[in-house]
Structure formats: C-alpha cells, structure tokens
C-alpha cells in the first residue's frame, strides 16, 4: 500500500477541495438540502468512503498534517462563546430559564444512554461519551473536536470515527422527526399561532464592514491567546478539559464584560468567521476518518442511536412541551429541542420554518431555540463533558 504524507498547506487545500465538492453536490442536490446536512459533511463523508474503498483495497492510505484544522476548531469554539450573552437570557424569561435546565437534563440522560449500552457491550464507556451528548447535543464541531481527545488522550480506537458517524445519523433523523413531531402536537391539542407577537422580534441584517471584521479578528485572536494561559491553569489543577475550552471561555468572559461596559461587540462578524472555520475544520476532520475501524462498533452504535432517537422524542414530545407552557409556542419548541438535540441549530430553524409556514408565526421560538441550541447547550454540554471524563 502507498503511504502519502501531506504538510498543513496540503492538508488544508485538500480540506478545502473536499468542501468545495460538498457545497457542489448539495447545491445539485434538493434532498441534502431538505434535511439540513453541511456541505462541509458532504464532501468530507464522500472523501473518507472513496478512501475506505483505497484502503480495504490496499491501494492508499493518507496521513494529515492537523495544525491548521486544530486553530480552525480553536476559532469556531471560540466564537460560540462570544454569543453566550446574559442578556439573552434575561429577554427569554422564564421559558428560556426552564430550557436551561431541561437541557442539563438532555446531556445527562444522552451519556447515561451512551455509557449504560457501551458498557452493556463490554466497551470503553467513553465509546458510550462519543455516542452520547459529544455527537448528538454537540453536532459535527464538538464531535470532531471531542473525537481527537478520545482518539489523541485516552487511546481509543475509533473513537473520533464514531463521534462523526453519531453526528451524521443525528443531523438526518432530527430533520426528519422533528417537524412532523411539532405538527402532531398542534393538530393533537387544537394549538393556534397568537398573530402580532412582537416580543421576540426576527434580528434584522446588520451591515458587516471591513472594520468590524478587523475587530472581530482581534477579539477572537486575543481570545485564544489568553485561552492557552487558562487552559495552562486547568492542567496545574489536574483536571482534563480540551484544549478550545480556554479560549472559550474568555471569549464568554470578555463578551459579557463589554455588555456590562456599553460596547457593542462586531457579534455578526464573529459568528461569519466562526462558521468559516468550522466549515474548513468539518471537511479537513471528516476527510481524515478511518471508517474501517467503524466494523467492530456497528451492532453497538445501532442499538445505541435507536435508543437515543426514541428517548429525546419522548423528551421534547412530552417534557418539553409541558414544562415549557402546553401551548402553540411550546409545539413549536419541542420541534425545535428535537432538531438541535441530535442535529443542530440548521435543522432546528428548518424544522421551526416549515410549521410556520403552515401554521402560523412563533416569534418567540424563533428567537429562544437559537439562543438555547447555538449557544448556552454548548457551553453546558462542554462543561458535564469534562465532569464526566474526569471522572471514567
């Protein structure tokens, strides 16, 4: 077999070739469209079964240099915790305030699921991690960042293939129960959207220029240079964390800090740079994955997601929509908790549109569901995370 080694410019140009042919493909393509998948998820998938098919056939086989795909991860994370604003939570209520904690609940009882049916398997229960709240709450970002942890730090075979192919299965069910989940509770309860709603206004489209930009740069580069110091002040303390959390967390801290100060931060142009980032760190991270190590863990990944799947339906179809009001909105939040819960923010928002479109507007959903999803699920996911791997 022909091994090939590429440098970090070459890996990154691959990486963005790769993404190139997904967002190609899915422009051709309605049904990728329709559920939501990343073009970024696209390319990169397609690229890895090609090189399965090379390796099982003896052919090739291809080693990544990971540096830039590593600043990349760095940058997106960061630029979550730049969203993570207070005053957010103060404009959701009381509704936002119960989502917080229903999704406490959610992490935990994704990685008590992961962990119990690993461990039922003879597993590393850290397998259970990476199909649990890692791939699922987390999405494609967290579950390539968190898959280089379990594969780099604690040996485990496979660990970031499945972490990927979690993700994959999640982004595609959430699409396709989320909606008609939300649809049932409207027609079931007679639900009706309340017209002139206009607490929870759409955000209007600011105007990004180049200065802006320059600051957004700034904030975020800093970010992670103070990050490393704080990431130093973890391993001092002995506890394991990855290596984005620092950054993050000054990210969340200098955030806050101009919201209390009255300086507005270039938040648009952050969020543009963040998902630029994930996009290269998506393709150049599901380009890398060895899917033949996926032949071992299949049996244990099928009962392992069905399980999931059939645990948050009843959790947004029931607990959510009861703790959160029984009404229009709360329909409408359940369908949103089932997209972002195995999928992410994208399917959400799709699965909210498209009740919409048919039923009325939900102001209120639309603006919680981002706010909880993008943001302070993250954050909570990031921190029962490194709970948990401190502790198995």
């Known amino acids: 077999m022909y091994q090939l080694t590429l440098d970090m410019y070459q890996s990154a140009a691959l990486g963005a070739v790769v993404l190139a042919v997904g967002i190609l493909l899915l422009k051709r393509s309605s049904l990728l469209r329709r559920i939501c998948i990343p073009s970024a998820v696209v390319g990169g998938l397609l690229f890895s079964v090609v090189m399965l098919f090379l390796y099982k056939g003896d052919i090739l086989e291809i080693t990544f240099d990971e540096t830039l795909k590593d600043i990349t991860m760095r940058v997106f994370f960061c630029s979550i915790g730049f969203m993570a604003s207070m005053t957010m939570l103060r404009r959701g209520g009381r509704v936002l305030a119960v989502l917080f904690v229903m999704m406490i609940f959610l992490v935990v009882m994704q990685n008590t699921i992961g962990v119990s ?17 890692i791939s699922l709450s987390g999405g494609h970002g967290t579950a390539a960042a968190y898959g280089e942890i379990l594969v780099k730090d604690y040996g485990l075979i496979g660990g970031d293939v499945v972490a990927i192919a979690s ?10 129960i989320g909606a008609p989940l939300g649809r049932r509770l409207i027609e079931k309860k007679g ?76 938040e648009k142009e952050i969020d543009i740079l963040g998902w630029l980032c994930l996009c290269l760190f998506l393709s150049m991270a599901l380009m890398s994955m060895k899917l033949w190590q996926l032949e071992d863990l299949a049996l244990t990944m099928i009962v392992t997601l069905l399980i999931q799947t059939l645990a948050l339906a009843v959790f947004a179809y029931i607990l959510v929509f009861r703790v959160t009001g029984k009404n229009y909105e709360s329909a409408m939040l359940s369908s949103g908790v089932m997209g972002f819960g195995m999928g992410a923010i994208p399917n959400a928002v799709a699965n909210l549109q498209a009740l919409m479109d048919r039923f009325g507007p939900s102001h209120m959903a639309y603006f919680i ?7 302070f699920l993250d954050l909570m996911n990031v921190g029962i995370l490194a709970v948990l ?3 198995l």
């Open 369 to 375: 569901v981002p706010v909880v999803g993008g943001v």
């Open 167 to 176: 993700a994959t299965f999640g982004l595609a069910i959430s699409s396709l």
């Open 117 to 133: 049916v690993a461990s039922l398997f003879g597993l590393d229960p850290k397998y259970g991690l990476a199909m649990g709240s």
């Open 389 to 391: 791997f401190n502790i």
């Open 191 to 266: 639900l009706n959207s309340e017209e002139g709603d206009d607490i929870f206004p759409l955000t209007a489209e600011k105007h990004i220029d180049s200065t802006h930009f320059l600051w957004a740069l700034i904030l975020i580069m800093v970010s992670l240079g103070l990050g490393t110091l704080v990431n130093s002040l973890f391993q001092e303390m002995n506890v394991v964390l990855p290596q984005y959390l620092g950054s993050m967390i000054v990210a969340v801290v200098v955030r806050n800090v101009a919201d209390l100060l009255g300086y507005q931060t270039p």
